[in-house]
């Protein structure tokens, strides 16, 4: 009965392994303090070539809304402010970044500086700060995050590369 039983959890134990989407720590939790730890240099490659445009990162962080956690990068286009996020998942003290995550954009278009507007703790949109509004001042666009998870990998491949 034992040997059963132990067959029957090693065997559930297994599929719940492979079942999982594979993700990479990018970060973690120190006392209360969110890290990004030593990818940060392939984080911002992969929001920068996500863009395709030229769009150059300023600043990243990892933010919390409500029990969410978003790696947030604060980028610059044309002159043009532009704020990215992409959801990351709190896994222990460990932010992991999953391949299927949500690639959000939010891109100032008529207006100085949009922000994203968040609703049940998720976000949905964009909206103008000047004007305190959500209207088409401010691009908003989300995606699946595949393509900016294959540029963080690309950028961790190339990374090695150059360090043999």
């Given at each position: 009965m034992f040997?059963?039983?132990?067959?029957?959890?090693?065997f559930l134990v297994q599929i719940t392994a492979y079942s999982q989407t594979p993700g990479v720590i990018i970060g973690e939790m120190n006392n209360s303090a969110f890290v990004i730890n030593n990818n940060q240099p392939s984080l911002v490659k992969a929001f920068e070539w996500t863009f395709k445009d030229g769009t150059k990162v300023t600043e990243m962080a990892i933010t919390q809304l409500g029990n969410e956690y978003y790696l947030l990068?604060?980028?610059i286009y044309q002159g043009r402010k532009r704020i990215?996020?992409?959801?990351?998942?709190?896994?222990?003290?460990?932010?992991?970044?999953?391949e299927d995550a949500q690639f959000k954009?939010?891109?100032?278009?008529?207006?100085e500086t949009c922000r994203f507007f968040f609703e049940n703790n998720k976000i949905v949109?964009?909206?103008?700060?000047?004007?305190?509004t959500i209207s088409n001042h401010c691009h908003y666009k989300a995606s699946v995050g595949n393509g900016y998870f294959a540029n963080f990998q690309r950028a961790q491949r190339m990374s090695k590369d150059e360090q043999n």
């Amino acid at each position: 009965m034992f040997k059963n039983l132990l067959f029957v959890f090693l065997f559930l134990v297994q599929i719940t392994a492979y079942s999982q989407t594979p993700g990479v720590i990018i970060g973690e939790m120190n006392n209360s303090a969110f890290v990004i730890n030593n990818n940060q240099p392939s984080l911002v490659k992969a929001f920068e070539w996500t863009f395709k445009d030229g769009t150059k990162v300023t600043e990243m962080a990892i933010t919390q809304l409500g029990n969410e956690y978003y790696l947030l990068a604060t980028c610059i286009y044309q002159g043009r402010k532009r704020i990215a996020a992409i959801d990351i998942d709190l896994v222990g003290i460990n932010f992991v970044l999953n391949e299927d995550a949500q690639f959000k954009m939010c891109s100032a278009v008529a207006c100085e500086t949009c922000r994203f507007f968040f609703e049940n703790n998720k976000i949905v949109a964009c909206k103008c700060e000047e004007t305190g509004t959500i209207s088409n001042h401010c691009h908003y666009k989300a995606s699946v995050g595949n393509g900016y998870f294959a540029n963080f990998q690309r950028a961790q491949r190339m990374s090695k590369d150059e360090q043999n």
